[in-house]
């Protein structure tokens, strides 16, 4: 019903990233070509680009959608974790809200419907198991390849899953920001 996101999602999905045959020319119709599942995550993105109150929101946000796609990869290729893809998708979606909306990341997650872990490692606290995942995006952010090499190790993830795991959440996130500036 919201005008601005339709307009957004159809631009989206009708630009040079997508190569559908045909245009799409509905919500109804996005909704059947790409899912559910993929229009909630680009929706997510969409509505934390508009609540961005930094100055650069843009690579903020850019950061936090390639860390959401990333986790939920690693938890969709390595399924002995028992982590849900969406609910890792949504961590490293939220990041970086701290950062985005200028409050303390232990106040914004009194308001986030999620799972006390997930607010425990959005809260950076130790001993959490979400932690070590998110920390692995982080480094990977940061080229710390080094670190990177022992911490796949450790967490007994193959290191070009890994890597391919993030060069696709890298992508993904790119193609996301031709909407995110254009807001």
Same mark, same amino acid.
């Given at each position: ?5 339709s ?17 799409? =020319?509905? +919500?109804?119709?996005?909704?059947? /070509?790409? &899912?559910?599942? @993929? ?20 690579d ?14 690693i ?17 490293g ?12 990341? =232990?106040? +914004?997650?009194?308001?986030?419907? /999620?799972? &006390?872990?997930? @607010? ?64």
């Amino acid at each position: 019903s919201d005008a601005t996101i339709s307009f957004r999602l159809l631009a989206y999905l009708n630009s040079a990233s997508f190569h559908f045959n045909q245009k799409i =020319t509905s +919500i109804s119709h996005a909704v059947n /070509m790409l &899912g559910w599942q @993929k229009i909630r995550y680009w929706l997510r993105v969409i509505l934390l680009s508009d609540m961005g109150q930094t100055d650069e929101p843009s690579d903020l946000l850019r950061t936090s959608a390639q860390r959401a796609k990333f986790l939920e990869l690693i938890a969709t290729k390595y399924p002995f974790w028992g982590f849900e893809p969406e609910s890792m998708h949504m961590l490293g979606l939220f990041s970086l809200l701290d950062a985005m909306i200028g409050m303390p990341m =232990t106040e +914004i997650v009194t308001y986030l419907p /999620m799972d &006390g872990k997930l @607010k425990a490692a959005l809260c950076r606290e130790s001993n959490n198991e979400y932690l070590p995942l998110l920390t692995l995006a982080q480094k990977f952010e940061e080229a710390r390849w080094e670190e990177i090499q022992t911490q796949v190790q450790q967490l007994n993830l193959d290191d070009g899953g890994a890597k391919s795991a993030f060069q696709e959440a890298v992508d993904w996130a790119a193609e996301l920001g031709v909407m995110i500036d254009s807001k």
